[in-house]
């Protein structure tokens, strides 16, 4: 079926699609608020605090410009909903993630203007995303990286601690991150705009490529994409 035929709007695979997109545009923007405490961690000084900051720091380097597609689900009250995304990242401040429903036809674009994050309907929109959203000041942050498996913001600074399953934490401006307990690759990364919370993890991530499976989760809710062949 082609992209613009008008029969999928009435398509049910298509309005799944557009409940779940409506669904999670808080969530895409950060304005889900989620809670919880951190586990205690051991205060690195010496040649392992260096060596941790070090690596922490690494992990903001990925090679622009970023193209990648996905395959999600959600998992929205327990009931699992497919859908499509695309990234373009021409430079950390210049991208656009796009969702789709599952006929493929377009729902919505997150734009990010270097710290301003905005939304754009498409025209499988319907009702949803309604159009009164106004962009959110997210500072320096790069979805490209999030979804390459590196540190959404810039790592210029934090305290860095080793959890008690070994690995390293850095708590730096706006973001938490986290080795995995070999410490040799980023596992998870908690992102923070105006005292709310997204949860970024990378499960079964074994290199320091872009992970194949990007996990996020806010208030219950998880979002699972998983990154085409390219």
Same mark, same amino acid.
């Given at each position: 079926?082609?992209?613009?035929?008008?029969?999928?709007?009435?398509?049910?695979?298509?309005?799944?699609?557009?409940?779940?997109?409506?669904?999670?545009?808080?969530?895409?923007? #950060?304005?889900?608020?989620?809670?919880?405490?951190?586990?205690?961690?051991?205060? +690195?000084? %010496?040649?392992?605090? &260096? *060596? /941790? $900051?070090?690596?922490?720091?690494?992990?903001?380097?990925?090679?622009?410009?970023?193209?990648?597609? #996905?395959?999600?689900?959600?998992?929205?009250?327990?009931?699992?909903?497919?859908? +499509?995304? %695309?990234?373009?990242? &021409? *430079? /950390? $401040?210049?991208?656009?993630?796009?969702?789709?429903?599952?006929?493929?036809?377009?729902?919505?674009?997150?734009?990010?203007?270097?710290?301003?994050?905005?939304?754009?309907?498409?025209?499988?929109?319907?009702?949803?995303?309604?159009?009164?959203?106004?962009?959110?000041?997210?500072?320096?942050?790069?979805?490209?990286?999030?979804?390459?498996?590196?540190?959404?913001?810039?790592?210029?600074?934090?305290?860095?601690?080793?959890?008690?399953?070994?690995?390293?934490?850095?708590?730096?401006?706006?973001?938490?991150?986290?080795?995995?307990?070999?410490?040799?690759?980023?596992?998870?990364?908690?992102?923070?705009?105006?005292?709310?919370?997204?949860?970024?993890?990378?499960?079964?991530?074994?290199?320091?490529?872009?992970?194949?499976?990007?996990?996020?989760?806010?208030?219950?809710?998880?979002?699972?994409?998983?990154?085409?062949?390219?």
């Amino acid at each position: 079926m082609k992209a613009g035929d008008a029969s999928s709007k009435n398509h049910p695979a298509a309005r799944i699609g557009g409940r779940f997109l409506a669904a999670c545009v808080p969530v895409l923007l #950060f304005v889900a608020a989620g809670t919880g405490c951190a586990p205690a961690r051991q205060r +690195l000084v %010496g040649e392992e605090a &260096r *060596t /941790a $900051s070090t690596f922490f720091v690494s992990t903001a380097d990925v090679c622009f410009p970023i193209r990648a597609s #996905f395959s999600g689900i959600a998992e929205l009250s327990g009931r699992p909903v497919p859908f +499509l995304a %695309g990234l373009s990242s &021409r *430079t /950390a $401040s210049e991208e656009i993630l796009g969702f789709y429903d599952p006929m493929g036809r377009a729902v919505l674009f997150l734009r990010n203007e270097g710290g301003n994050v905005s939304v754009t309907r498409g025209p499988a929109a319907d009702e949803f995303p309604p159009g009164n959203i106004r962009p959110l000041d997210a500072g320096p942050v790069s979805l490209g990286r999030i979804l390459s498996g590196a540190a959404g913001y810039p790592v210029d600074g934090g305290e860095v601690g080793r959890a008690p399953d070994g690995s390293w934490v850095l708590a730096g401006r706006g973001q938490t991150l986290f080795s995995d307990p070999s410490r040799r690759l980023l596992s998870r990364a908690e992102y923070d705009i105006s005292g709310k919370r997204v949860t970024v993890t990378y499960p079964g991530r074994d290199s320091r490529g872009p992970p194949r499976t990007v996990e996020v989760e806010v208030m219950g809710n998880r979002i699972l994409l998983r990154r085409d062949g390219e």
